[in-house]
């Protein structure tokens, strides 16, 4: 139902009659559409600068280097140069995903915890 409705939404649908934007609603809608291409635009000149691209590179092995540490000592140390690369690539105006490891290793649940919950 979801596809193939061109203009109309499933609210639209369901009261049955189509309800129009009136001219103000048209052109702020376009002006966020241009915000956002706008933004798309500087992010893309961004990741075109070499020193980005590399920082982008160390962000990414940083985070190799957290899935296969084991040691806290070192886990922590890889968070915060990831962090201050991170923070540097913001800067630039580019968005990096959030890493997945955190500092402190994760605590094994019991088994009894594991039956309890299924």
């Known amino acids: 139902m979801g596809k193939g409705l061109g203009m109309r939404t499933q609210q639209q649908l369901v009261e049955g009659r189509p309800t129009y934007r009136t001219p103000e609603q048209q ?17 893309r000149e961004a990741r075109a600068n070499p020193a980005v691209k590399q ?10 280097g957290l899935a296969g540490a084991s040691d806290t000592t070192m886990k922590g140390a890889l968070l915060e140069a990831r962090t201050t690369l991170a923070a540097c690539v913001a800067v630039a105006g580019v968005t990096l995903a ?21």
């Open 27 to 43: 052109v702020a809608d376009l002006q966020a559409k241009i915000a956002s291409i706008e933004v798309r635009t500087k992010r």
């Open 55 to 64: 920082a982008i590179v160390a962000v990414r092995a940083i985070d190799r």
């Open 98 to 118: 959030p890493t997945t490891v955190s500092a402190a290793p994760r605590k094994r649940r019991v088994r009894s915890e594991q039956v309890e919950e299924a």
